[in-house]
């Protein structure tokens, strides 16, 4: 069925179309694509046109293109969280009605270095803690998580609570408070060590989410990066006009 109804361009007709037909069910999730030459005569644009629109709806993570083999519809994600919050990645697993969990990889103690003197305002002889681990809903690995933080701030047994919060350490002795976090967020794709862990296809994309903590007098005491499944999660932000 032709598109061409209204006075916009033709590749913004084109995704609607198609966003239109994966919300319906005519593509189904992980299901391939008809081919450009088929879509784009079924839809009775030219493949410049139908190609634009399918890397828009890419970098939307809507479909996946596989070189060689096809184009995809992706699943949605099945979590999704605001970013304006501090919100604990097990809560958002709970929230979706999933159990989560923490598989423990590694702790490691390291003299800080200076990188991490700039970034905590630490000294030289300063020993940093570096806590690798995956959490899991319902025994599914979606998150990948490194964490560093002074092991000044930790309890001196927090490398033998595998399973342990780290905001809770943290707080424990009462001297920090985790006020709030500068989140950056990156689009990744295969990572070598990530995605095998996280069991991703190399053509599956990541959400790398770096997390700068500060406590009640703005020092950096958390710094963590978390690569998020993209075809699990999703993030947005509430934009206020000012």
């Known amino acids: ?42 839809l009775g644009v030219s493949r410049a046109t139908l190609r634009e629109a399918l890397r828009l709806l890419e970098e939307e993570n809507i479909i996946i293109r596989r070189h060689g083999v096809g184009t995809f519809v992706n699943p949605k994600p099945v979590f999704t969280s605001g970013i304006e919050q501090l919100t604990s990645i097990s809560s958002m697993i709970m929230d979706a009605g999933m159990e989560p969990g923490t ?28 806590i690798k681990r995956v959490r899991t809903a319902n025994n599914e690995p979606v ?64 959400l790398l989410l770096t997390q700068l903590h500060y406590d009640d007098n703005d020092r950096v005491v958390l710094y963590s990066k978390n690569y998020f499944r993209a075809d699990k999660f999703s993030f947005h932000v509430v934009r206020k006009r000012v």
């Open 143 to 206: 998150v990948y998580c490194v964490d560093q933080v002074p092991s000044a701030f930790m309890p001196k047994d927090f490398e033998k609570r595998y399973d342990s919060s780290i905001f809770s350490a943290l707080e424990e002795t009462g001297d920090v408070h985790v006020a709030y976090a500068v989140t950056y967020i990156d689009p990744l794709g295969y990572h070598p060590e990530v995605s095998s862990v996280l069991k991703s296809e190399q053509d599956a994309s990541l």
């Open 103 to 130: 598989i423990y990889l590694s702790s490691e103690k390291t003299i800080s270095n200076e990188e991490d003197i700039k970034r905590f305002q630490c000294n030289e002889d300063e020993s940093i803690l570096t």
């Open 1 to 42: 069925m032709s598109i061409k109804s209204d006075h916009r361009h033709l590749y913004l007709q084109v995704i609607d179309h198609l966003k239109a037909d994966i919300e319906a069910g005519i593509f189904k999730e992980n299901e391939k694509l008809p081919s450009e030459f088929e879509l784009s005569k079924s």
